[in-house]
């Protein structure tokens, strides 16, 4: 278990060097609780001291990255720039940004000018597991996307979408848009995700029963950008 606390807050201090300060705070919060239960279970009086003083130093220092995460929100200037290499693993959706998916998100906007294959409409359910998993206060989802004459089925399945979202009592709307090329994700918490490849960033799996086939995490992806960033005034909601 220390070795995986080590592990956990090493990657922290890595992203919190590199202003990645939202995933430094998750993973201080993750490495801190390791060294909690580690506490919990440490009869050495020496060993107990030493791991509490060191939960206190990387609690301290979450704080500090949690207040300075609000005051640049407030101040609308929050910025996380990464990438992802080409041929690399462990960026699912879940990875690059579910962390901003949160109770607080009513309504998820998304422009994306390629969901329209089958593997790309996919991805997009992919996306809306995620939400409904963490936003309980999930009510709609809307699509901007472009249409493509020659994918027959790209109406049919997006309405199959739609349908199944309205099970989960979540509305869903897509409308079609023939100059779209901006790729983004608006929150109605405030927080856009701009990733350069859209939601259509992975490799194809090199087979139907390889890992990765099925696991986004373990799926090796396409060279592109990631920006994320809060725009303070869409707090309350987006029109």
């Not at 009513?106 to 996306?127: K, M, S």
């Amino acid at each position: 278990m220390e070795s995986a606390a080590g592990s956990v807050l090493k990657r922290a201090v890595e992203m919190d060097m590199k202003e990645q300060y939202t995933m430094a705070l998750v993973l201080y919060q993750e490495g801190v609780q390791i060294l909690i239960d580690m506490v919990k279970e440490t009869r050495e009086t020496s060993k107990a001291d030493y791991l509490t003083t060191k939960t206190k130093e990387y609690l301290d220092r979450a704080e500090k990255v949690k207040q300075l995460i609000t005051t640049r929100k407030s101040a609308g200037i929050y910025r996380e720039l990464s990438k992802i290499e080409s041929g690399s693993t462990g960026h699912s959706y879940a990875s690059v940004f579910g962390r901003f998916l949160d109770g607080t998100v009513t309504h998820i906007e998304i422009e994306d000018p390629y969901i329209r294959a089958f593997h790309q409409c996919q991805n997009l359910v992919r996306l809306c597991e995620l939400a409904i998993q963490k936003c309980c206060a999930l009510s709609r989802i809307s699509l901007l996307t472009t249409f493509d004459s020659e994918e027959s089925q790209q109406i049919s399945r997006l309405a199959e979408l739609k349908e199944s979202l309205a099970s989960h009592r979540i509305s869903f709307d897509f409308s079609f848009s023939e100059t779209l090329h901006d790729r983004q994700i608006t929150l109605s918490n405030g927080w856009v995700i701009k990733i350069g490849r859209g939601l259509d960033y992975f490799k194809p799996p090199e087979g139907k029963f390889v890992i990765g086939s099925c696991d986004l995490e373990l799926r090796r992806c396409l060279e592109t950008t990631v920006d994320i960033f809060h725009k303070n005034q869409l707090q309350g909601g987006t029109k």
